[in-house]
Structures are given as structure tokens and as C-alpha cells.
């Protein structure tokens, strides 16, 4: 049993040792030059470790009836991310163009900030988030959306050849002030250190009692003899 918390210990140990590289990543490719978001034919490569958070750059045309709010609490308080769809020349791409309050919920509400015609998108690729959140899911048939599932969606609001991740939109202004861009959140919970002495200290409390258990049988055989 001690062996087996050690060998816990070191895989979390290593889990950090990952994740420390992963942020590193991360921090990297947030900071380059955007480069062109990724067609159908690299979709099947496209992996959270290696892709996401990477800067991307698009341009197409916004239809904006079939956009989709999704519930987000953010450093603004309650309300909801507009996922818009954004059609490419041959792909759609599911872009997170940013927060709206709750009373600009409805699009009538914010008309100015929803652009007609060929426009060009940067932001960073982020990987589908499938099921739900907020400890709920989804529900396409009620629009009650919780996470931003790029398939759900997709499904739901009937386009076709959508790639598997979505576009956060950066920090540009929108006419009319919304929806509000550029509020990634890149954050990564690292409880891995707290976990590894956690097994460790269990694997050593282990021992310790063992010890004990051995201990006292010796001292009974030792008096039985």
C-alpha cells in the first residue's frame, strides 16, 4: 500500500512538471503574431495541448441570426458570451465575441455592435467545452446553454462544416460598446504539489503504522515465549 501512494506521489510530481510546460506554452503563443485559423484538412490534429490559446486571424461574414448566448460569469459581473458564427470561405467558425450584460441580452438591443459584410476577427482558439457547466447542461431544445460545445451548438443552429474549436474575440472596440471583447481568462489550477505530499504523507503515516502493527506482534511473541 505504501509503495502504491509513492508511485501517486511521483505521477503528480510529474503532472506538474507537465503542467508547468503546458503554461509556459501557453504564454508563448498568446504573445505571437496571429496566424490563420485552421481548415478542415487540419482539424483532426487539432489537440488542447499543442493548439489552444494559439492567436488566430479570420475573415468572413457574421449571421448573426443564429448566434447563441451562453451563461458566463466574468471579472463584469453575470450575463452571457455572444457565439456567433462566422462564415469563411468553405468553414464556419464559432467566434466567442464577448460579453453582454443582461440587459443586452437581446440583439435588438445591441444592432450597433453586430457588423454586416466581410469582416476580419483575431483572438485565440479555444477547444470545445462539450456538456455543459455551471454543475448543468445543456439544453439546445430550451437555448439553455451553460458551456460553449462547438458540436451542440453547430447542430442546433444548423451549420454546416464547422470546425471543432471556437475563436475568442480580442479586446476591439464593437460599435455601440457591445458585446465586450478580449476577456480570456488563461488560468490553470495547479494543486498538483498539494496532492503529491498529500500521498506521500499518506504513504509515510502507512509505514509508520505498520511498523507498529510488526512491532507489537514481536513484543506478544517475544512475552508468549
Known amino acids: 500500500m505504501a509503495a502504491g501512494l509513492v508511485a501517486l506521489g511521483v505521477?503528480?510530481?510529474e503532472r506538474r512538471a507537465w503542467k508547468h510546460a503546458l503554461v509556459a506554452a501557453v504564454d508563448?503563443?498568446?504573445h505571437l503574431r496571429p496566424v490563420a485559423a485552421r481548415g478542415p484538412a487540419a482539424w483532426s490534429g487539432i489537440t488542447a495541448d499543442r493548439d489552444a490559446y494559439t492567436r488566430v486571424r479570420l475573415t468572413g461574414s457574421f449571421r448573426h441570426d443564429r448566434e447563441t448566448l451562453v451563461q458566463a460569469v466574468t471579472e463584469r459581473g453575470g450575463g452571457w458570451w455572444v457565439m456567433t458564427p462566422l462564415e469563411t470561405r468553405g468553414f464556419t467558425v464559432l467566434v466567442n465575441r464577448g460579453f453582454v450584460s443582461p440587459e443586452r441580452r437581446m440583439i435588438v438591443s445591441r444592432v450597433a455592435g453586430n457588423p454586416a459584410g466581410e469582416t476580419t476577427v483575431t483572438g485565440l482558439l479555444?477547444?470545445?467545452e462539450p456538456g455543459g457547466g455551471f454543475l448543468r447542461s445543456n439544453d439546445p431544445a430550451a437555448g439553455r446553454w451553460y458551456s460553449r460545445d462547438v458540436a451542440a451548438i453547430a447542430a442546433a443552429r444548423g451549420l454546416d462544416t464547422?470546425?471543432?474549436?471556437?475563436v475568442d474575440a480580442d479586446a476591439a472596440p464593437n460599435p455601440g460598446g457591445w458585446p465586450i471583447g478580449g476577456l480570456t481568462v488563461v488560468r490553470f489550477a495547479d494543486n498538483h504539489l498539494v496532492y503529491a505530499l498529500?500521498?506521500?504523507a499518506l504513504a509515510t503515516m502507512t509505514l509508520w503504522a505498520a511498523l507498529r502493527v510488526l512491532r507489537?506482534?514481536?513484543e506478544r511473541e517475544r512475552l508468549g515465549a
Open 162 to 166: 464547422t470546425a471543432p474549436y471556437f
Open 198 to 200: 498529500t500521498w506521500f
Open 216 to 218: 507489537g506482534r514481536d
Open 11 to 13: 505521477w503528480q510530481v
Open 126 to 128: 479555444r477547444i470545445t
Open 28 to 30: 508563448a503563443r498568446i
